[in-house]
């Protein structure tokens, strides 16, 4: 384990001495912030028209999580999608474009200690971007009364999500030498996941069933709305279990091709 | 192997894996479907066979080779892996522990309904038609009845995809749930948690509360289904929701049956009997439920026995001719009502109603112990109570006469409830009324129309046979929440998350590229 965190140390390091961590961290949090102000401003703007209407009824509906938090962390999602597959398109590609990956694995690590150290990399570095965004509830908690409760669950939700899209990536980095080529099939990938449910509401009951399930965002939306489900984590665990164990066997399998 | 033919081998692939894609999602329905999975299924093999047939002893050789062997293991392991996962997520599905985060517990179900659903016996289903066959929220609602009881089904359907479902259940307004149990059946206009678990306690019930509808003066028949006038969309709306419905001739009883759970006067074009009106005062001393359906130009026997109970019938007819404006000719004798009093029957009650032949119907408890006597329900200012009722129905005139007229908004619908103790009878409880000077109303035309007089008649009923053992479920929300700046505290808001982090990470960014450079 000590080797993978050493992998771990050293695959941030290359991602903040490289052009790529500042360019996804810098348009991330710009986006982010972007959304955040104008969703404050939208909000404050219904909460003055409502009381110019003197409407006491749907006043009472107007709160912070549903028009400020919830459509935060669902529009942070989707730009996800786009950055993450960025971030991960290095982890394996460039290390077979560069041709140190024979040196890697070569090297005495194992190869789990290499895919989880990359992964312990990746997660790390979405730790930190994600940790950034926190400053935007942080300013609803102090300006104002959201429910805590239900943000938690919400960023719970928005990181197990960046984690899932991750391991998709080092998947599909595994695959290939091209880190345009790990990118897009990752990008494709994520979305095809995203939009699956799509058809779910016309489809008959069984495949509507499996394609709601199969969807990352039904998962998701259920944990924005402040439910926590123990089949919604078992969902995550597993794309993320299941991509890990493939890129493992991907990587494993230049020793034997 | 020559590459060409790994070429065919991949190739065959391709084709079978699509061919399953569009059996999978269209299921072969069309002609255009079947050719499509047909000719590519038919290529995939084709394919195969080609790549195969290029040398069986070339394949044995592939087989043979290490390569291959590891990646067959490779290909069984994942496929076993995947396959444990999914077994993992069918139990985890099955067996999935809920946390609501929310304060207020928005997600969840109130414990009064889990209590309803946990003691269920047998299946129970419920159908929600909602426009287009999707409505999430409701979805999520009657998701979690499921969730604690095996025994509650659900599903959502487009009631235009399957018209004949709703024409059989009688669905008029999307978002109606049909609840079923056993031969039970009931149906809900307005699906909020309260709603729908007190259909679920009424369809669960066993023993099932009578309405007893008087007949033989003329009435309007709860069996004509055809003529706008007759009842029977009213007898249908008693049956759906789980009433049994019986006709009594009271002029040939002693007295009102034992077993009526609520008296209905609907409409008497005759009057009624002296001894029929003794079983009716008796019947409401010992604690009887009314509903008097009684039009003006009728039933003026009614007349003193109400007013003991604090309800005074106008002898008039209710008109309104600003909506006449809207109506063509006509004298505006069908007042619209969207005014309500504070009431049980009329809590959360927004929706308009309409009253055509109307008589006003006032409150008049003042001074009567033990009453307790609500105007229901109030037409609109502009409307009056016309007193000359001769030149309405034989000249066909009406004006608002300041000195006799009953100047709007005008009364039309009284409820009452009489504390029989205080009152000085003998009996404990209570008897309860609900009067409205029209039968129209009530009528096919009126219940099945556009206006919301079902709603109105069948709380009314509901209060009337006081259904106690029904629970009231506050509804809940995510707990609203402001948020206060000052103007600079907005501006640097702004700053902070436009302008300044991105900037810092900008820079942190070149810095980094300028010293690497």
């Known amino acids: ?72 962390l669902g529009n942070l999602s989707v730009v996800l999608i786009i950055l993450v597959p960025v971030i991960t398109m290095r982890s394996f590609a460039e290390e077979k474009r560069a041709g140190t990956y024979e040196l890697l694995l070569t090297s005495p690590l194992s190869i789990a200690e290499i895919v989880i150290g990359k992964f312990i990399g990746v997660v790390a570095f979405l730790l930190i971007m994600l940790g950034l965004t926190a400053v935007y509830p942080a300013i609803l908690l102090i300006y104002g009364n959201p429910e805590p409760g239900i943000i938690a669950a919400g960023y719970l939700g928005l990181f197990l999500l960046a984690v899932s899209f991750a391991t998709v990536g080092l998947l599909t980095s595994s695959f290939t030498d091209n880190q345009i080529v790990a990118a897009v099939s990752c990008l494709i990938v994520l979305l095809l996941l995203y ?25 998701f939306s259920e944990m924005v709305k402040g439910v926590i489900e123990t089949k919604d984590l078992i969902y995550f665990g597993s794309v993320i279990v299941l991509a890990l164990y493939l890129t493992h066997r991907s990587v494993e399998s230049v020793r034997w091709r | 192997m020559r590459r060409s033919q790994s070429l ?51 394949v044995r050789h592939v087989v043979s080779e290490r390569s291959t062997r590891y990646g067959a293991n490779v290909i069984v392991g994942s496929l076993a892996f995947l396959g444990v996962l999914i077994v993992l997520n069918y139990l985890g599905a099955r067996h999935s522990k809920r946390f609501d985060l929310t304060e207020q517990k928005v997600y969840s179900l109130s414990d009064q309904s889990v209590n309803v659903v946990k003691n269920l016996e047998n299946e129970l289903k ?106 029977a969309s009213f007898r249908t709306a008693l049956t759906n929701e789980n009433y049994e419905v019986k006709k009594v001739l ?66 008039d007819v209710v008109v309104d001719q600003v909506v006449r404006l809207f109506q063509g000719p006509a004298l505006g004798l069908t007042p619209l009502a969207n005014t309500y009093g504070f009431h049980e029957i009329t809590r959360d009650f927004k929706q308009r109603t309409i009253f055509p032949m109307t008589r006003s119907v006032k409150a008049d408890a003042a001074g009567k112990s033990g009453l307790t006597a609500v105007e229901l329900v109030k037409t609109s200012p502009s409307s009056w109570g016309e007193t000359d009722l001769d030149g309405v129905f034989q000249r066909g005139e009406a004006s608002l006469d300041g000195s006799s007229d009953l100047k709007g908004p005008v009364p039309v619908a009284v409820a009452v409830e009489a504390n029989l103790k205080q009152m000085g009878k003998e009996k404990d409880g209570s008897a309860r009324l609900v009067v409205f000077g029209s039968i129209e109303f009530a009528s096919n035309r009126e219940l099945d129309g556009t206006f919301y007089n079902r709603d109105l008649l069948m709380n009314a009923v509901g209060w009337l046979v006081g259904e106690s053992d029904l629970v009231s479920i506050r509804p809940r929300g995510i707990r609203a929440s402001r948020i206060q700046f000052t103007p600079e505290q907005s501006l640097m808001t702004f700053y902070l998350t436009v302008l300044l982090i991105p900037q810092l990470l900008l820079i942190a960014g070149i810095a980094v590229w300028w010293r690497r450079e």
Request: glycine share 8%; charged share 20%.
């Open chain 1, 1 to 72: 384990m000590k080797n993978a965190f050493t992998i771990a140390g050293k695959e941030l390091r290359a991602a903040f001495v490289s052009p790529i961590a500042y360019v996804v961290l810098t348009g991330f949090m710009l986006l982010g912030g972007w959304f955040f102000f104008n969703l404050l401003n939208r909000f404050n703007f219904l909460v003055q028209i409502y009381m110019s209407f003197r409407s006491p009824e749907v006043q009472s509906r107007l709160n912070l999580n549903e028009l400020v938090v919830a459509p935060l």
């Open chain 1, 195 to 219: 939009v699956i449910s799509w058809p779910a509401e016309t489809a008959g009951p069984t495949l509507a069933a499996v394609l709601r399930y199969l969807s990352l965002t039904e998962h």
């Open chain 2, 8 to 58: 065919l081998g991949l190739l065959g692939l391709v084709f079978l894996l699509f061919a399953v894609i569009a059996g999978a999602f269209t299921g072969g329905r069309t002609i255009i479907d079947v050719v499509y999975i047909a000719a590519n299924g038919v290529a995939g093999v084709f394919c195969l066979i080609a790549y195969l047939s290029a040398g069986l002893e070339q």
């Open chain 2, 126 to 231: 419920m159908i929600a038609f909602v426009e287009g066959g999707i409505n999430p929220e409701l979805r999520d609602l009657l998701s979690n009845y499921a969730r604690y009881s095996s025994k509650v089904s659900y599903e959502l359907v487009d009631p235009d995809k399957q018209p004949e479902l709703a024409e059989k259940y009688q669905i008029r307004t999307y978002n109606t749930v049909r609840v079923e149990y056993g031969n039970e059946s009931t149906l809900v206009t307005q699906p909020t948690e309260e709603n729908i678990t007190n259909a679920i306690i009424k369809v669960t019930r066993k023993t099932r509360k009578v309405v007893c509808v008087i007949e033989g003066h003329g009435e309007p028949d709860l069996d004509d289904l055809q003529s706008p006038k007759g009842l």
């Open chain 2, 250 to 315: 009271l002029a040939s009883e002693p007295k009102v049956p034992d077993d009526c759970s609520v008296v209905v006067i609907a409409g008497p074009q005759r009057p009624f009997l002296d001894h029929e009106m003794q079983a009716i005062e008796s019947y409401l001393d010992g604690g009887g439920r009314l509903l008097a359906l009684i039009p003006p130009r009728t039933g003026a026997e009614f007349g003193p026995v109400l007013e003991k109970w604090g309800v005074k019938l106008g002898n």
